[in-house]
């Protein structure tokens, strides 16, 4: 499968960017981390994590520990423990049936960014990594399918408590520095009124 499914690619139509998102994956996508990757990853202390059940019913947990609690093994490879928790195992629960994650991170101040890592996820129980993750009572292991930065401009400062200056507002939208680069402002759409 691709990496946009027909419903993405409708939407796409509908607001002429289909050519923008084709450029975004074509030039920011990839399946294996960086070293900038590896640096961003390491230093979080927190990521978002989803999950989907059997049937696809989706979940989403927020993650957190001591920045590098997550680990960038390999370039194919990234690995975060399981703590003690409120016992629903609703994420764990659902990988041992359906191994389809997503992982978004998230930096919060003056230079926001965010990485996302869609790929498969397993479990272990008794891996012989657990013991270098402090509290740790699992592992899970992720191999990505595709990594891709994605814009960051809503995302709010807030070490400043400071709301992004691209959200709505009255007058003139202030656009992205990225729709005027090279790469892609042939094929930015035009915003629509």
């Not at 994956?25 to 960086?34: I, S």
């Not at 965010?114 to 292991?141: E, Y």
Request: with cysteine; hydrophobic share 40%.
């Amino acid at each position: 499968m691709g990496f946009y499914h027909d419903g993405q690619r409708n939407i796409q139509r509908r607001f002429a960017s289909t050519a923008l998102a084709d450029r975004l994956e074509q030039k920011l996508g990839r399946d294996r981390f960086t070293e900038a990757d590896k640096s961003f990853i390491e230093a979080a202390s927190f990521f978002f994590l989803a999950t989907a059940d059997a049937k696809g019913r989706p979940d989403c947990s927020y993650k957190g520990g001591a920045p590098g609690f997550v680990r960038v093994l390999a370039g194919d490879l990234l690995a975060f423990p399981d703590y003690d928790g409120n016992g629903m195992f609703r994420s764990l629960g659902n990988i041992a049936v359906n191994p389809a994650v997503g992982l978004l991170f998230i930096a919060m101040n003056e230079a926001p960014k965010r990485l996302r890592v869609n790929g498969r996820a397993a479990l272990s129980l008794d891996d012989p990594m657990i013991g270098s993750f402090v509290g740790a009572q699992g592992l899970v292991r992720v191999t990505p399918e595709h990594i891709f930065p994605n814009c960051p401009r809503y995302i709010h400062d807030l070490e400043h408590a400071a709301p992004s200056p691209y959200v709505p507002s009255e007058g003139p939208p202030l656009e992205p520095a990225w729709k005027s680069f090279d790469d892609f402002k042939d094929v930015v759409p035009p915003r629509k009124a």
